[in-house]
């Protein structure tokens, strides 16, 4: 277990120290508070303007800053559930009075789709019902973008290595260069062992099918996006989506 004995640090399992003010300390929090969150369900507990939306807040800051870059003309996001994270997008893009975004789910819910519609940024979004990897949605997808449009995508669906592999085989063409493709969710690699997690998760993640399909395609490299702002020590991601910036660099 940790502890911070008298003098502020954080003692380890191993008897090891760390000053509680060192990045180290910070890492070794957050690896035990992401992993405590995910036992709690913590990702559960949040909403965006009224719907729930399952990310970590920090996450959410993070894609924020590399929105609000790019300012994309299009964000295409597979996985809606209960449409939190389609109303944040729609909320930047209303912010930044640039973009739209293409959400699609292989089940949209009626509840769902009714809050979102009657949501006052549901002009921002547009929602297409079917399996992110069917060639017909992908090529409905493929209506809502124009030619030299700044096209950001988030896959945020089954998280199998195999469906994510896919969707960035799939949905990699849509993305402008400079842009990113985000394979979210990587931290299930991480919790292999906790409550809702299986053991193939060590390599059954979105995280390795990102690592492969840059392998696969030089046109693309995983990166992690430059803090825009950091006058602290930390300059590490606390984050759900390790290694899951893929980079589109030509
Ligand atoms: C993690 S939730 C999405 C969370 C949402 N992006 C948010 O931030 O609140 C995953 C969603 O993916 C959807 N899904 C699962 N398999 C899918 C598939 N093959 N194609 C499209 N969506 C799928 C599920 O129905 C579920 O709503």
């Not at 709690?40 to 939306?53: D, I, Q």
């Not at 924020?64 to 909320?91: N, R, W």
């Amino acid at each position: 277990m940790i502890q911070i004995d008298e003098a502020n640090n954080l003692v380890i399992k191993d008897g090891k120290r760390y000053d509680i003010g060192s990045p180290e300390a910070f890492k070794i929090i957050s690896d035990v508070w992401i992993r405590s969150g995910w036992d709690t369900k913590y990702v559960y507990s949040f909403a965006w303007m009224g719907r729930p939306v399952i990310q970590l807040p920090e996450d959410m800051i993070r894609i924020q800053e590399v929105i609000f870059d790019i300012k994309p003309d299009v964000i295409i996001e597979t996985g809606i559930a209960h449409g939190g994270s389609l109303i944040f997008y729609a909320s930047l893009c209303k912010a930044i009075e640039k973009g739209k975004i293409v959400g699609v789910d292989i089940e949209i819910r009626p509840h769902n789709r009714e809050a979102i519609e009657s949501h006052f940024l549901s002009p921002y979004i547009s929602m297409i019902e079917g399996s992110s990897i069917d060639a017909d949605i992908v090529s409905q997808v493929g209506k809502h973008v124009k030619e030299n449009d700044t096209v950001l995508v988030l896959l945020d669906s089954n998280h199998s290595y195999e469906h994510v592999l896919n969707e960035l085989k799939m949905y990699s063409n849509f993305v402008s260069i400079g842009s990113y493709i985000v394979a979210t969710d990587g931290i299930m690699e991480y919790v292999v062992g906790a409550p809702r997690s299986a053991p193939d998760w060590a390599t059954n993640n979105p995280k390795k099918a990102a690592e492969d399909f840059v392998q696969e395609n030089p046109d693309f490299i995983i990166v992690e996006p430059k803090f825009p702002f950091n006058e602290g020590q930390i300059s590490e991601r606390v984050t759900y989506w390790p290694s899951a910036y893929i980079k589109r660099i030509k």
